[in-house]
């Protein structure tokens, strides 16, 4: 199983910005998906997953400005984050559930600075 995501980077607050995971290893449509963040000092949060027949959750804090949407035929996850602020500088991860063990993508920095 491995998750490789992308397309952090740096943006102004008010701006966007698309990540997305690419998985192989695994049944992807099977399986529930989901992002986690990590800012400086604090621990990793639950941003927003989605199951295997599309329902999704979101953390409040992101609600309304992300949107959480899978592709089951590129095994590919997307995580389209709009109306960026300060407080959503973190690393996201990408994560997924598999026979019992979680597996992890390496991560991408997002920095929300003006």
């Known amino acids: 199983v491995q998750l490789q995501a992308s397309g952090g980077g740096l943006v102004q607050p008010g701006g966007s910005l698309r990540l997305s995971c690419a998985a192989v290893?695994?049944?992807?449509?099977?399986?529930?998906l989901g992002w986690y963040r990590q800012a400086p000092g604090k621990q990793r949060e639950f941003v927003a997953d989605?199951?295997?027949?599309?329902?999704?959750s979101y953390t409040d804090a992101v609600k309304g400005r992300f949107t959480l949407s899978r592709d089951d035929v590129r095994n590919t996850l997307f995580l389209q984050m709009n109306s960026l602020k300060p407080e959503d500088t973190a690393v996201y991860y990408c994560?997924?559930?598999?026979?019992?063990?979680?597996?992890w993508g390496q991560g991408t920095q997002v920095t929300v600075s003006s």
């Open positions: 290893g695994f049944a992807f449509r099977l399986n529930t």
């Open positions: 994560k997924t559930l598999y026979r019992y063990r979680d597996y």
């Open positions: 989605i199951t295997s027949d599309h329902t999704t």
